[in-house]
């Protein structure tokens, strides 16, 4: 039978600061030594969810050349690199 855990406000923050860290579920758990789901529960209820960072994208161009037209592969690329359209055409058949 699993016991009951009595969430105080230094439990809180801890959970918050470990969060805030970059430590996983598995490893607050650890430290807290609690069952990682009664962890990941209590730290979705308070908001204490790792928020991820997007990588930057820089692409080195010079100034004298037009504008990609619209669907261009390389623009198209970029706008839906990390996307579930990763890889895929452009909608419109602009490039055959």
């Known amino acids: 039978m699993q016991t009951r855990v009595v ?3 230094a439990l809180d923050a801890r959970l918050r600061a470990l969060r805030r860290a ?5 490893q607050v758990a650890l430290e ?7 962890v990941r529960e209590r730290g979705r209820r308070i908001g204490a ?3 991820r960072t997007l990588a930057c994208v820089v692409v ?3 100034g004298d ?7 261009h592969p390389t623009s198209w690329g970029l706008l839906t690199d ?3 359209l990763a890889g895929q055409p452009y ?3 602009v490039f055959l």
């Open 7 to 9: 969430w105080t406000t």
């Open 22 to 26: 970059g430590l996983s579920w598995e």
């Open 32 to 38: 807290l030594t609690l069952g990682c789901s009664k």
């Open 49 to 51: 969810v790792r928020r």
């Open 60 to 62: 080195a161009e010079s």
């Open 65 to 71: 050349r037009p504008a990609h037209p619209p669907g």
């Open 82 to 84: 990390g996307t579930v």
């Open 91 to 93: 909608p419109y058949p």
